[in-house]
């Protein structure tokens, strides 16, 4: 598996768009780049997942450079309801393969 | 969407006893699912996978005798602690894959052993 690195701690103002970075420059061609956020005591929650184009859901767009080494998740319009720790993964896309975490970024969406 | 639920949502117990929590995929079969556990402000770390009608497969140092996987259908996988200490005391997170998208996951369970 692909190893990601994400800043440790972001800060955005509410209502603002939060940019979150990751970083995953040993990916392989077949490894998809996932999203998932964590709140304080609950489950990680997918947002978005893509292999090479850029993909927008309801919840959040993602944007994959051309060479795939890195990605950007973006939250168009924070909310304090945001604040979360955003992890970033690169696992190819098979049903028997788990997900592997790293320390993700907390995100501070502050008033 | 797809939901994973799981049960019990927390639990406390007394050292020497066994817990056992149960992970539902609510609206798609999972052949496999996942389990996960997590210190505070640490992240989630893989405990073991668990396959339908086969053995569960361990990471290394989780000890298979002592957290007892059973994944007997396409729909529900069950972690027992067996003999809890206080150092098992976590947050364990189950997930299972449906074909569509990548894992999903439980909302967690919140043990804790006194």
């Known amino acids: 598996d692909a190893k990601t690195t994400q800043p440790p701690s972001m800060d955005c103002a509410e209502g603002r768009a939060a940019n979150l970075p990751c970083n995953h420059s040993?990916?392989?061609?077949?490894?998809?780049v996932y999203w998932y956020r964590q709140i304080h005591s609950q489950g990680p929650q997918y947002i978005i997942h893509g292999l090479k184009n850029n993909e927008t859901n309801e919840m959040a767009s993602l944007i994959i450079t051309e060479d795939r080494k890195s990605s950007t998740l973006i939250l168009p319009h924070a909310t304090l309801r945001d604040t979360a720790v955003y992890y970033c993964?690169?696992?190819?896309?098979?049903?028997?393969?788990?997900?592997?975490f790293g320390g993700g970024t907390r995100l501070m969406v502050k008033p | 969407g797809a939901v994973v639920s799981q049960h019990p949502s927390w639990v406390i117990c007394k050292s020497g006893t066994s817990v056992k929590i149960e992970c539902r995929s609510l609206d798609f079969q999972a052949t496999t699912m996942f389990w996960y556990r997590q210190f505070p402000k640490q992240s989630l770390m893989l405990m073991a996978t668990s396959n339908e009608g086969s053995k569960a497969t361990y990471e290394q140092g989780v000890e298979k005798d002592k957290f007892l996987i059973n994944h007997a259908s396409l729909t529900l996988s069950t972690l027992t602690v067996t003999s809890a200490h206080p150092e098992d005391s976590s947050f364990y997170i189950c997930s299972a894959r449906a074909l569509d998208r990548g894992p999903y996951f439980g909302p967690g369970t919140r043990l804790t052993v006194t």
């Open positions: 040993t990916i392989s061609g077949n490894e998809y």
């Open positions: 993964i690169a696992q190819s896309n098979n049903a028997g393969n788990m997900l592997t």
